[in-house]
């Protein structure tokens, strides 16, 4: 940040933000558009997975969504993120409604899931997302392990 002023990315999606908030849903196709077609791919992405996240979960029960869905499926198929965050959407709706949904959708959706807080949840490690390390061992000698186990480990004369 050159002389106090704000990056130019970090100003356009603060505005693509502001725009969004402001949009009613015949004007959010060709935002979502406009968006995308920003040269910075990476913040522009994120701007619609940001107002995808905040309007799904507003819209997830009720009768709007499908149609919300079927109209910004052909805007977001520019970003393959924002089309999966989207069809991960359409999959959490039936799945809460208990529609008919294929299990392999789900096997297929691929990061965290979102939540109809807007907050993504954890995923369980899997061949393709490595999870946590195990940690080491316990160290025998070390204060707190149990002294009948440590005694093990001694010489025989109980030294060690």
């Known amino acids: 940040m050159a002389g106090g002023r704000e990056p130019d990315e970090h100003a356009r999606f603060a505005r693509y933000r502001r725009d969004f908030d402001e949009a009613t849903e015949e004007d959010a196709p060709a935002l979502v558009a406009r968006v995308l077609a920003d040269p910075d791919r990476a913040m522009a992405s994120?701007?619609?997975r940001a107002y995808l996240d905040r309007r799904a979960a507003a819209l997830l029960t009720t009768p709007g969504?499908?149609?919300w869905c079927a109209e910004l499926t052909g805007p977001v198929a520019a970003d393959a993120f924002s089309a999966r965050r989207l069809s991960e959407w359409t999959l959490l709706r039936a799945m809460t409604l208990g529609e008919p949904w294929d299990p392999a959708t789900l096997l297929a959706a691929h990061g965290p899931a979102p939540a109809p807080h807007g907050r993504d949840l954890p995923?369980?490690?899997g061949p393709?997302?490595?999870g946590r390390r195990r940690p080491h061992p316990p160290d025998p000698c070390r204060r707190g392990f149990p002294p009948a186990d440590r005694r093990r480990l001694t010489t025989d004369r109980g030294r060690p």
Do not use: L
Request: with cysteine.
């Open 46 to 48: 994120s701007a619609v």
């Open 65 to 67: 969504c499908p149609s």
């Open 123 to 125: 995923v369980r490690p």
């Open 128 to 130: 393709d997302r490595p």
